[in-house]
C-alpha cells in the first residue's frame, strides 16, 4: 500500500456532494498547489494536485478553517 502526504495550499474551495441511496457517503473535490524547493539551486516550483476525500475526511476537509492545509491518502 503506497502513502502519500501533501501539504500546502488549497486551490479553491471544496465542491461537497453526496451520493444517493440508502448509506449516503460524503464526496469532496478540491484542489492542492505544494511548493517544492531544489536544493542545488534553491529555486522553488509549485505542483497543482486534483484530489477527491471520501466519507469522513470529506466532511473534516469542508470544516477546516485554514487554507492551508495537510491531507493524507493511500
Do not use: H
Request: charged share 25%; aromatic share 10%; hydrophobic share 35%.
Amino acid at each position: 500500500m503506497n502513502k502519500v502526504i501533501l501539504m500546502g495550499n488549497l486551490t479553491r474551495d471544496p465542491e461537497i456532494r453526496y451520493s444517493q441511496g440508502e448509506n449516503s457517503l460524503a464526496i469532496a473535490r478540491f484542489g492542492i498547489a505544494v511548493n517544492r524547493r531544489f536544493a542545488r539551486q534553491g529555486d522553488t516550483d509549485t505542483d497543482f494536485f486534483n484530489c477527491t476525500a471520501f466519507g469522513r475526511q470529506a466532511c473534516l476537509l469542508y470544516t477546516s478553517p485554514s487554507p492551508r492545509d495537510m491531507r493524507r491518502s493511500r
